[in-house]
């Protein structure tokens, strides 16, 4: 049985890649030179950026640091991590005050140079996420009982999932209602939204 501060941290992931998803088709409008939803991508890089930091990225700190306790040779890779948690940080909350100053004047198209901002952060939030599904998570697994891990002293609670937040729920409905997570620009659309799995109207 895993342990359910990993089952947790997966389903994070989960949702992290299907707000990702969203992030990339909406740089992928922008960068067909349509306006995309701003004030979408402002509560995206706040969500992607803030919620980890609250509680994801805490936990995942403590947990790397009893792995590298007991696996040294680990320990490069999780500072490696450590780091992108840093930079996750950093380039997300920059990008949400872009975002909230494109919105002030929505019929601008996004800057080069704040696409390929969050085109990096997307990058960087991409491989994170594969990374420690791959490598981190799978090694805290192998190595702690599923007992162990859930004994630990976390520092917060597990007691609250975080799709109750009110951040993501107001979200989850803003990209549900307006079927947002299916655009791709140029009118067209994608086949499912990877978040609430929503349909075109003409699918069946």
Same mark, same amino acid.
């Given at each position: 049985m895993r342990a359910i501060v990993l089952e947790r941290l997966h389903a994070d992931h989960h949702r992290y890649q299907a707000l990702i998803c969203i992030l990339d088709r909406q740089l992928h409008i922008a960068?067909?030179?349509?306006?995309?939803?701003? &004030? +979408?991508? $402002? #509560? @995206?890089?706040?969500?992607l950026t803030h919620q980890p930091e609250?509680?994801?990225?805490?936990? *995942?700190? &403590? +947990?790397? $640091? #009893? @792995?590298?306790?007991?696996?040294?040779?680990?320990?490069?890779?999780l500072e490696v991590?450590? *780091?992108?948690?840093?930079?996750?940080?950093?380039?997300?909350?920059?990008?949400?005050?872009?975002?909230?100053h494109a919105d002030a004047t929505p019929e601008e198209g996004l800057d080069l140079n704040v696409l390929n901002l969050a085109r990096a952060f997307s990058e960087l939030y991409h491989h994170h996420l594969h990374t420690e599904?791959?490598?981190?998570l799978p090694l805290l697994e192998?190595?702690?009982?599923?007992?162990?891990?859930?004994?630990?002293?976390?520092?917060?609670?597990?007691?609250?999932?975080?799709?109750?937040?009110?951040?993501?729920?107001?979200?989850?409905r803003r990209i549900a209602e307006n079927r947002t997570g299916l655009r791709l620009?140029?009118?067209?659309?994608?086949?499912?939204?990877?978040?609430?799995?929503a349909r075109p109207a003409h699918s069946s």
């Open positions: 960068a067909c030179d349509e306006i995309p939803d701003y &004030r +979408l991508l $402002a #509560r @995206l890089f706040h969500y609250e509680w994801h990225h805490r936990v *995942e700190d &403590r +947990l790397f $640091a #009893r @792995l590298a306790a007991r696996l040294p040779e680990s320990r490069e890779l991590l450590t *780091e992108e948690h840093r930079r996750i940080a950093r380039y997300g909350r920059e990008l949400e005050e872009r975002m909230q599904d791959h490598r981190a192998a190595h702690f009982p599923a007992a162990e891990l859930d004994d630990l002293d976390l520092g917060v609670s597990l007691a609250s999932p975080a799709e109750g937040s009110p951040s993501f729920q107001e979200l989850y620009g140029h009118d067209e659309q994608a086949d499912f939204c990877p978040l609430c799995d």
